[in-house]
């Protein structure tokens, strides 16, 4: 199993410039997440799908978009970027989503926005 | 809302030394806490949690914590530390309804020879 994979690893955007952020997992699991983790902030919760077909806010979905695809995939999407999206964004998965599940984290994505 | 204070941005450990990570949170109810370590380069990855019963957890990778509820803490241990305990560790908590992980900014641990 190779868990939670997250494409690109990185990568560097111009302000106005709109890219996908992709995210897969093969532990069918019906929850995923995106988080954007800054530095002295630890990590703060954007998107939240809890199945296939729905998604949630988070703390800070303020710039972002995301589609559940399918049960193992979630994207995030910036439409226009600006320099304040630069962060390391992790995608992570959980079996059902309760508070009891252990959420599964993928390797990040760092992106820098000029 | 709950929250996390980790006081502690850095802590710097001689390879063999104990290790305490202090973690500090904010919740009217019985809390659900969970400890994180993220290696370089790596996502987040669970090494313990505490929801009920025995306020002493043992986690993977020889840590322990122990839930103190008139401290509002849970606090991280470990006996000996190796050279790859270097890391950054996250305290996080949720609420006993609720999937949001409020997590605290992090204590990065340097292990020296």
């Known amino acids: 199993n190779a868990g939670v994979t997250q494409t690109p690893k990185f990568q560097v955007l111009k302000t106005g410039q709109s890219m996908t952020l992709q995210c897969a997992q093969d532990?069918?699991?019906?929850?995923m997440y995106w988080y954007r983790q800054d530095p002295g902030m630890g990590l703060r919760l954007i998107y939240y799908s809890a199945s296939e077909g729905t998604t949630d806010k988070g703390e800070v979905p303020n710039g972002y978009n995301v589609s559940r695809l399918n049960k193992r995939e979630f994207s995030l999407r910036l439409e226009s970027a600006a320099p304040s999206q630069t962060s390391v964004y992790f995608c992570?998965?959980?079996?059902?989503?309760?508070?009891?599940?252990?959420?599964?984290f993928g390797p990040g994505t760092r992106l820098t926005v000029l | 809302a709950q929250s996390v204070t980790q006081p502690d941005i850095h802590i710097t450990v001689s390879e063999g030394a104990s290790l305490e990570l202090r973690c500090n949170y904010s919740?009217?109810?019985?809390?659900?806490l969970f400890w994180y370590v993220q290696s370089p380069g790596q996502g987040l990855q669970l090494l313990l949690k505490y929801f009920s019963g025995d306020t002493l957890v043992q986690g993977i990778k020889g840590f322990e914590a122990e839930f103190k509820r008139s401290q509002s803490s849970f606090n991280l241990r470990k006996p000996s530390v190796h050279w790859s305990d270097a890391a950054e560790y996250f305290c996080a908590v949720a609420a006993s309804n609720d999937y949001k992980l409020s997590f605290g900014a992090g204590t990065t641990v340097t292990v020296r020879a």
């Open positions: 992570a998965s959980s079996l059902q989503g309760g508070t009891a599940d252990t959420q599964y």
């Open positions: 532990m069918n699991h019906n929850s």
């Open positions: 919740y009217g109810a019985t809390p659900y």
